[in-house]
């Protein structure tokens, strides 16, 4: 069903276009005509295109370098097609559905979103990723599907509902997001996955449409379902073992602290690299920080910083100038003895990847800079 209507414009490139597949309105004879619309018009996909179209069997890719340094790593192109059926079976996208590219091809979400439109026959319209461009796009059109980022969509609440089917990913969502978007007409959905699982091997709604027109009526609030063909586990850290074979090789052994629900269902609880001990108690960052997403209203993290005493102090970050006097009063509300924060800095600006993802430790390394 997937390959219906799909033929190839080359054979000796041999990467699938479906006949349907149109780019801001146009219809291509060639990849050739295809590359020079996208080298005149949207320079900055070129290179993608040019890398998908050439005589090898697989693309590069660079990580994000969320948790480390970016890295470049190499994809078949086989598995990218894959990647595109499952999201396209996932969310019953036909032949001839709208979509909106606003991401970078220089990282894996754009990349795929040009890999579904064209093995899916889509209509593709492109955007830069900035706020002013999205709306443009967005005023007057409607589309079947999208990919943001949370900041994309913080700055367009007002239009995103123009997007039917609408996948987050590159960040967690912050609480006060969430409260934003729960009445929302359209569909949206919080993604999981990496660079090396060719983005989202597993999805979870985040608005009541969402959750009401949700292939996995049986998931857990809070939870997420995988894609169809992924195998899910844990090791003894509780981190997430993932296994699809059809979009990568092996086992990917993850470090994204889990509740494993069952084979198909899992909570995201953390990244094993945060996890703080202090005074031989282990606390997962991420959670402390899910009960103060409803008191704090910016961008934040708690983390852990060397101590005598303890070992390691629980410490929280603000991306902020000042913040209200009763806050400390407010988090004792919420937060365990074990969990209040010993210390709270401030900073005007933290430390991101391109994509918009905190670097904690980079910014960290800015703190204790600052410090007496």
Known sequence: MFFSGIFCINQMYGFPIHKDFRLEGKAFQSFVDLLNFVELNYPQHAGFLKNLFDEHNFISAQTSGSTGRPKKIYIKKKYLIKSAQKTINFFKLKPGSAALLNLSSQYIAGKLMWVRALAGGWLLDISDPGHQSIARKLTGNIYDFGAMVPLQVSQNLEKIHHIKTLIVG???????????????????????????????????????????????????????????????????????????????????????????????????????????????????????????????????????????????????????????????????????????????????????????????????????????
């Open 170 to 372: 590159g960040g967690q969502v912050p609480g006060r997001l969430l409260n934003r978007i729960r009445n929302l007409p359209n569909r949206i959905f919080a993604t999981y996955g990496m660079t090396e699982t060719l983005t989202h091997v597993a999805v979870m709604p985040l608005n009541k449409v969402a959750r009401q027109n949700f292939t996995g009526q049986n998931t857990p609030v809070g939870a997420y379902r995988t894609l169809e063909g992924v195998k899910i586990a844990s090791d003894n850290r509780n981190c997430l073992i993932i296994e699809a074979p059809d979009i990568f090789e092996g086992r990917l052994v993850t470090n994204d602290v889990v509740e494993l629900i069952d084979n198909k269902h899992f909570r995201w609880l953390g990244r094993y690299d945060n996890i703080i001990n202090s005074g031989g108690i282990k606390l997962i960052p991420e959670l402390i920080e899910d009960k103060l997403k409803q008191i704090i209203d910016f961008d934040f993290f708690i983390a852990g910083m060397p101590d005598d005493k303890l070992g390691e102090k629980v410490i929280l970050v603000m991306e902020t100038g000042t913040y209200p006097a009763t806050l400390k009063e407010e988090i004792k509300k919420i937060l365990s003895k074990y969990e209040m924060p010993k210390n709270i800095y401030t900073l005007t600006q933290f430390e991101r990847t391109l994509t918009g993802k905190i670097q904690r430790q980079s910014t960290l390394k800015k703190i204790k800079v600052n410090l007496p």
